[in-house]
């Protein structure tokens, strides 16, 4: 048999690739992508770790970067039988995993045909031939020098995080931090001139759930990062409160809430307080849990008209569907499932109190996209206050994203969503991801521009619009106060 | 800055608006439009006030009859920050909002942007541009410039609502009537030869949900009407059946009910009299008050089954999701919001005693698609009484009906659906909605052509029956019974 | 009027039916259907009847092979009007009903036309004219015409039962058999050489649904197959595992499971057993039945990781909803209705079991397209024990299989399915859902290749693999055990 690699041709990526390939809707496509294939990045949610960039050190090997990490990868081959542990994922009980880089990166690049058709492949081609110049199509055949190529790029110094926001024309990214995050990389960061360019995310997920594991410790964090005392459900609003606006020092724009449900109904403050007293004794009832969770939603709404924060709110995945998975690997591995999500009844106290409020943004995403054209588009419609977060997760793919436009643009318009967001903490596949979804949206407004439903202008005004007009603007701190005022609470 | 209304080109509709774009199908989709574009309008389920056609007064001015009534309109500029007084909504508490209609029109037209591609873009460009002569592309440049155009033609006779009717080529408009509308203008209208053309609809929601502010005035009212006296539940019954035959009198084809759920669940008579009669001295449970709105929708089918008004059910609108709005503003002003809605269980206690009925058409419509090829196809492609209803609402846009044409058809085919009935209380709008059904059918059913699923023939007469057939057929009164029989309660 | 059969073109399929119409798609989509036109047929899940198969005589007719058995035809003339009486559907009261297949067949023939737009019509079309050679467009004209053709063909050899699965190439048959079937026909077919070709399928949805009428005596029937007198649950399991091991040596490769909901939760044995003992003495609570119900999967689950058998569910499928039409006509008539279906917390038990089991093989099925891209695809995407069966059922059809793709492909790729599945009691048909698919698949991955998401040779290999590959490897016996062991309960 040949070497197929050696027949192959040299793998390139299509300039009109993801454009729609009917002759007449491409040309009007590639034209309106033309508007902003070259516009910044405007990255205002994801999981890049800050201190990674502030450390600015060379990334290890590919595996590390690439693989084990990406847990959209890692699921798809362990759903085709590749052991966890042969891709390197480490086990809490300490027990021997792969950890020769280069035998991990076999293994994905073995089972390169799974990704067929998958996001995960459009990325990951776009990250390794564009971004780290690999020329042969992955395979068993060709895995070595890939790596080879890969691991020579990192070595690079135009490869180091840092450089690579230059390189990737990121003009703003936002982390994710936890409520009691001491904010050092970004204070770090800020001292070295970035401080405009990569700003923290205010997620305070882990003290809002009075049922997590580990729950009373992260409260008296929160406490000492806040210079509080914690005893009351008043000291633990206090400390939320300073603690946001220690972010909203720190350059913070939004904050990011993972519930399951998106239930917002509020609580009496003092039966609030007496869940919260009854958890710091150990205490905790599921359902009262369920209800503080919905309660501090509701709060977080009434901090962020306070503070201006813009709330992100990203509800339905059932996490760890796995529990033995869960015990042996932990979270982030592949195995959070979305449900069935309800929007209307669960945010209607949220948004009868405050969604007329000029310093409320609430940016909705779902797993669930069939409330798409039922739920978000009408509420998102009508609300000031509510705009539509990008396809999220699983639906973060040519035709998932195609889909959203879709359904969303009758009720909802271009102009309640907020363009692309795109929530990944594969750092090197950021520009991919805009890339992508630039294409999609160029189709979507190329297919009214065919059919006459839009003017060309009006469509290249919009393509910028949701590539870098609506991002910028709709994660603007929302708010008519000082930016530096004493904290309500305090 | 060149004044970009200058440079503009003379605002047009393609004539290709709204069809398939690549090369193949358009011209197919063209030949099928060529075959319904000019057949008569049958608008079998609207909103329009049947007061405005028997005055048949010239309408006030633009704001007044496209802006200001119009919710899809309001709720987009209300999402983008427009206060509602600015747009003139009236107040409950009489309190200022912008009385000049100038002043309103150009809130809307300077924000004409924001409905790119929505179907208010679609519908308001053919009224604009068809109806009206505007020949500039809205913007706040030519806000004034269109006001001016389009006051004057609303001052010439041939646009007062009868003449209208003719210029659209109406060939039967349905109102929609509360159950004790005294149908006056309908009487007046009939008594001048419009009495085949203008039909009432018999709409008793307002009576059949008992915990509704009012329901007791209501029911009273309903007495008056009937000529009975309403001290039971037997009375109850007893005038809902009159006042049908009066309708019926009037020249109605068709009931029409909202609820929220689709629920049909009969209760024994005995139970049914005491919520009512409990009802009656002013004490509802909702518990109970949900119950005997399922139990009067049954009531409604087996009605139906003796003087053959066709049932139209529209549910799954949770209205008024804001009360401060519905306590400033009141109904119908943007804030009714789609929920998940179940039809299989909820219509089998119906379905089971009269699906298979000569005399019962069931009319299903709905906000949440998720049902068109769960639910709703399966039924409408089994029970001869089932019909489905044109995407409605939130639905009723280029996209959301292509949507449900792939989702229905394949179990329902198209003779289980209605055809396209348009559901507005924008008068002006009317063609624009059929003309836009018509371009979509076009385009499905040359589709299917192109893709050999169909012949050219077959696609031809199938467009006619939708555009014209089916909404004619489907709408007739189903009954074998004469058609002034005494009323079987009487 | 002339005849319009007379002026007709002869009827034929078109070689390019079901492929996308643009220009630049459809030369691709020939080509990718090229490489899977000839490939044999795989048909792991059907309703054929092995006594059929068995005794391999001439079909009776017309009708009673083409119409009076196939629902999905049957719903279709009775949702517009066409009684069930006139379509032969025998009474079980013995009524009179329409006896001669030709009056039958007119019925049928003369509302051709309500199938427009349905896989009913792709499907019988190619029946018509390819199987059988009908060259005329049905209609009431024609109708005879084609009953004569189709009648004098079934008189020929060539077109008995087991001759047919060569003309159609069907590599491997499987039937669905209930859990206490004698499977002598299979063992008949076995000794006459089509034992590899013709196999059972373990279907024990009698027995496992305690609340069902005749459960005793289908519970003493099983136990008398299996040689076991079933006093307990022990021996009710011992008798099940005792079945399912002689299926296996019938050659079976698959179990198959119809239940209302996808609930796996397990139940302490000692509450099962409970359960059982009470329903055997006829004591039956619908609660407890539904959770023997939800127990008895996950128990099916276990014992698959004992004998390999792969395990299909079907879940979602609300039976006969008309109780009358029941009570008339029994089961698959037509009024099988679809209900939302949940599976993520539903399979969370038998996951968290079986869910990396290598012995597990878990097809999925749906009737609920919501799912597929929110539960189905993410499972599918992760757990190594889950394969997504094909579209079931309703979804059936070129634009259900497209969604399909659409929806799953981005999160459980291709290999995470299984390929085409059939899923009919219509034997003629075979050939010609295989056939769609085959083509439904083509122009999908031709989309991919023409958006330059997919390079050529992967789109011809990925064909092969839904076509053929696929179904082969995923009803292969999963089982690292003997062929032969003793039951493990035995």
Redesign the interface.
């Known amino acids: 048999m040949p070497d197929p690699a050696a027949a192959a041709p040299r793998w390139a990526?299509?300039p009109?690739?993801?454009?729609?390939?009917?002759?007449?809707?491409r040309p009007v496509a590639r034209q309106i992508l033309d508007a902003t294939r070259n516009l910044p990045i405007v990255s205002m949610h994801g999981h890049v770790d800050a201190g990674v960039l502030a450390r600015d050190e060379r990334f290890d090997d590919p595996a590390s970067l690439l693989v084990v990490p990406d847990h959209y990868l890692v699921?798809?081959l362990?759903?085709?039988?590749v052991p966890h542990d042969a891709l390197g994922l480490p086990r809490r009980d300490g027990g021997a995993v792969q950890s020769d880089p280069r035998e991990i990166w076999r293994a994905f690049a073995s089972h390169w045909?799974?990704?067929?058709?998958?996001?995960t492949?459009?990325w990951m081609e776009h990250v390794l031939v564009e971004v780290l110049g690999v020329t042969e199509?992955l395979s068993a055949a060709t895995a070595d020098a890939a790596y080879d190529t890969i691991a020579e790029r990192l070595a690079e110094p135009g490869f180091r995080p840092l450089a690579l926001l230059d390189r990737f024309g990121i003009e703003i990214i936002a982390t994710t931090d936890p409520a009691s995050a001491d904010l050092a990389d970004h204070a770090d960061l800020a001292a070295r001139g970035w401080g405009e360019r990569i700003v923290p995310t205010f997620r305070p997920d882990a003290v809002l759930h009075v049922d997590r594991p580990g729950w009373v410790d992260d409260v008296a964090l929160l406490g000492d990062r806040a210079g509080v005392a914690i005893g009351s459900y008043r000291d633990f609003l206090r400390a939320l409160e300073a603690r946001r606006w220690a972010f909203v020092d720190a350059g913070a724009r939004a904050t990011d809430h993972g519930h399951v449900l998106a239930d917002t109904t509020p609580m009496a403050e003092t039966d609030a307080a007496a869940v919260f007293a009854s958890a710091l004794r150990g205490d905790v009832d599921p359902a009262a849990a369920r209800a503080f969770s919905a309660h501090m939603l509701f709060e977080m709404a009434r901090m962020s008209t306070q503070d201006g924060l813009v709330m992100q709110l990203h509800p339905g995945a059932?996490r760890d569907?796995?529990?033995?998975v869960m015990a042996m690997l932990g979270h982030d591995v592949?195995?959070d499932?979305?449900?069935?999500t309800?929007y209307?009844?669960a945010l209607?106290p949220l948004?009868?109190a405050f969604?007329?409020h000029p310093n409320l943004r609430l940016v909705l995403f779902t797993?669930?996209?069939?409330t798409f054209?039922?739920?978000l588009?009408?509420?998102?419609?009508?609300?000031?206050a509510?705009r539509l977060g990008a396809p999220w997760w699983?639906?973060d793919?040519?035709?998932?994203m195609r889909?959203f436009?879709?359904?969303v643009?009758?009720?909802?318009?271009?102009?309640?969503t907020t363009g692309f967001v795109d929530d990944t903490r594969a750092f090197l596949s950021i520009p991919a991801r805009h890339d992508l979804s630039r294409r999609v949206d160029a189709g979507f407004l190329a297919?009214?521009v065919?059919?006459?439903?839009?003017?060309l202008d009006?469509a290249l005004?919009?393509a910028v619009d949701l590539a870098y007009g609506l991002p910028r603007a709709a994660y603007a701190r929302q708010t008519t106060t000082p930016d530096h005022p004493h904290p309500p609470g305090a």
């Open positions: 990526l299509h009109d690739r993801a454009l729609p390939a009917d002759p007449v809707t699921r798809m362990v759903s085709q039988g045909h799974l990704f067929r058709g998958t996001p492949r459009f199509r059932l569907h796995d529990p033995h592949g195995y499932i979305p449900v069935a309800e209307v009844h209607r948004l009868s969604g007329h797993l669930d996209e069939d054209s039922r739920e588009a009408p509420l998102a419609g009508v609300y000031p509510v699983f639906l793919s040519p035709d998932g889909r436009r879709e359904a643009t009758d009720t909802a318009g271009f102009a309640n297919r009214l065919v059919e006459h439903r839009l003017d009006e005004e919009t």
